[in-house]
């Protein structure tokens, strides 16, 4: 069992920046990859950027790359996700995930789920 705890979200203005993070307790962080995902009002949730166990590879939704980077510390068991640049589109929940599967990017591959934590950018 992984249990995962995400913070960080706020509002914000377009073109600022948030730092989510994604605490991590239970079985080996590192046995997992991590992902994140979002899901704003009326959508289905999507796939935002997942990171390998081992922090060296990294996979992103065409709509973030160039804007957001996923980073995990192994040390203290907790992943980020920096976000620049933010766009009224980026408003929603963001959910923080753990996965079996190298770089999976699709939510039934992912086991473990946060609560979600809410971003909301303003225009």
């Known amino acids: 069992q992984v249990q995962l705890v995400e913070s960080g979200g706020g509002l914000v203005q377009a073109g600022d920046s948030l730092r989510l993070s994604c605490a991590t307790s239970?079985?080996?962080?590192?046995?997992?990859?991590m992902g994140w995902f979002r899901q704003a009002p009326g959508k289905e949730r999507e796939f935002v950027a997942a990171?390998?166990?081992?922090?060296?590879?990294?996979k992103y939704a065409d709509s973030v790359k160039g804007r957001f980077t996923v980073s995990r510390d192994n040390a203290k068991n907790t992943v980020y996700l920096q976000m620049n640049s933010l766009k009224p589109e980026d408003t929603a929940v963001y959910y923080c995930?753990?996965?079996?599967?190298?770089?999976?990017?699709?939510?039934?591959?992912?086991?473990?789920w946060g609560r979600g934590t809410q971003v909301t950018v303003s225009s």
């Open positions: 990171i390998a166990w081992s922090g060296g590879t990294t």
């Open positions: 995930a753990a996965a079996s599967y190298w770089l999976a990017t699709m939510r039934s591959a992912y086991a473990y």
């Open positions: 239970g079985r080996t962080f590192t046995s997992y990859t």
